[in-house]
């Protein structure tokens, strides 16, 4: 054999080498570029529970109360149920990607009882108890729904 012959041999050699090695590469990339986003999903995630414990804070003070407590602060539950769907709104478009397309219907229920709420008579405890009761086993439910999907992405 010739020494061209050998060359050709050795390039052929690493082409093959190097056709493997960039396959494996390309997978090792494809597997930490879907680590990373399924990271990113469950900060967002989080960033919504963080506001949702928030929300049932508020919520707790009114909700399947017989009377409404003295010094309640309906605009700052009000400010904290819009700060909870600001939030559902960032991560609605992938919970709907991926399947949840029930999501959207619940989150536009909130927004009309949230609207409804902020309408309501102060002065008459048994709409405004009822009314924000809702809004309370409403949160549970959306919340309940968003779990189920962070702990798809963290699988």
Not at 68 to 78: E, M, S, V
Not at 90 to 106: F, H, L, N
Not at 114 to 123: E, Y
């Amino acid at each position: 054999m010739k020494l061209i012959e050998h060359i050709g041999i050795i390039g052929a050699i690493a082409s093959i080498v190097s056709v493997v090695w960039t396959s494996i590469n390309v997978g090792l990339v494809r597997k930490a570029k879907k680590d990373i986003y399924t990271k990113i999903k469950v900060v967002k995630y989080s960033e919504s529970i963080g506001v949702y414990k928030s929300v049932l804070i508020h919520l707790k003070k009114i909700a399947t109360k017989s009377k409404i407590p003295l010094g309640l602060n309906f605009d700052d539950i009000i400010g904290c149920l819009n700060d909870y769907y600001e939030s559902l709104s960032k991560v609605k478009s992938d919970i709907t990607e991926d399947g949840y397309s029930e999501i959207e219907k619940k989150m536009d229920k909130l927004k009309e009882l949230i609207s409804t709420a902020s309408l309501t008579d102060r002065k008459d405890s048994g709409k405004i108890i009822k009314i924000y009761t809702e809004i309370y086993y409403h949160v549970i439910e959306i919340n309940s729904e968003v779990e189920k999907y962070n702990q798809q992405c963290i699988k």
